[in-house]
């Protein structure tokens, strides 16, 4: 949660250090409204009045979800794993969110990543092309951490602050 007179650190402050280096279709969900609840957790962490976010497409396969994100003029593909009732942020990448082998190291087999990637390009045509393309923009990946964090990269704490 976000306190006040405190602003929210945005995922493009949060990630700049990567992006600057340089995302309910599949399965049966378990419940109702995963993709909804997906965008909330994300919007609650990353969207501010001054930076807006868009969480789109979501996609879902068992506790594997997919989420195209942009913010600004940057974008990328978030994944999240849900333990028990709760969704996780996992990682933040780009394109490599769209390769099955990268999914196959979160628990689906072959067959599930190959069927979440393709749901996951699907979602994605009936997007804005130049939304689509944002997704691309991110470069390499990022771990996030329980707080919904990621760890220095390149000198950049997770507030995307030079700390050297």
């Given at each position: 949660?976000?306190?006040?007179?405190?602003?929210?650190?945005?995922?493009?402050?949060?990630?700049?250090?990567?992006a600057?280096?340089?995302?309910?279709?599949?399965?049966?969900?378990?419940?109702?409204?995963?993709?909804?609840?997906?965008?909330?957790?994300?919007?609650?962490?990353?969207?501010?009045?001054?930076?807006?976010?868009?969480?789109?497409?979501?996609?879902?396969?068992?506790?594997?979800?997919?989420?195209?994100?942009?913010?600004?003029?940057?974008?990328?593909?978030?994944?999240?794993?849900?333990?028990?009732?709760?969704?996780?942020?996992?990682?933040?990448?780009?394109?490599?969110?769209?390769?099955?082998?990268?999914?196959?190291?979160?628990?689906?087999?072959?067959?599930?990543?190959?069927?979440?990637?393709?749901?996951?390009?699907?979602?994605?045509?009936?997007?804005?092309?130049?939304?689509?393309?944002?997704?691309?923009?991110?470069?390499?990946?990022?771990?996030?951490?329980?707080g919904?964090?990621?760890?220095?990269?390149g000198?950049?704490?997770?507030?995307?602050?030079?700390?050297?």
């Amino acid at each position: 949660q976000h306190e006040k007179g405190k602003p929210m650190k945005t995922l493009t402050t949060m990630l700049s250090a990567t992006a600057l280096a340089v995302p309910l279709l599949a399965g049966t969900p378990a419940f109702a409204n995963d993709a909804g609840t997906i965008r909330h957790l994300m919007m609650a962490q990353f969207d501010t009045s001054e930076s807006r976010l868009t969480v789109e497409p979501v996609t879902v396969h068992r506790n594997i979800a997919v989420a195209g994100w942009a913010q600004g003029d940057v974008g990328g593909r978030a994944l999240l794993r849900r333990l028990g009732s709760e969704w996780r942020l996992v990682l933040c990448s780009g394109d490599t969110l769209k390769e099955a082998k990268l999914l196959q190291q979160f628990g689906l087999n072959a067959e599930e990543a190959e069927r979440l990637v393709n749901a996951v390009v699907d979602a994605e045509t009936k997007l804005d092309p130049a939304l689509v393309a944002k997704f691309s923009t991110f470069d390499g990946i990022v771990m996030i951490n329980k707080g919904g964090h990621h760890p220095p990269v390149g000198g950049y704490g997770h507030d995307g602050k030079n700390k050297s």
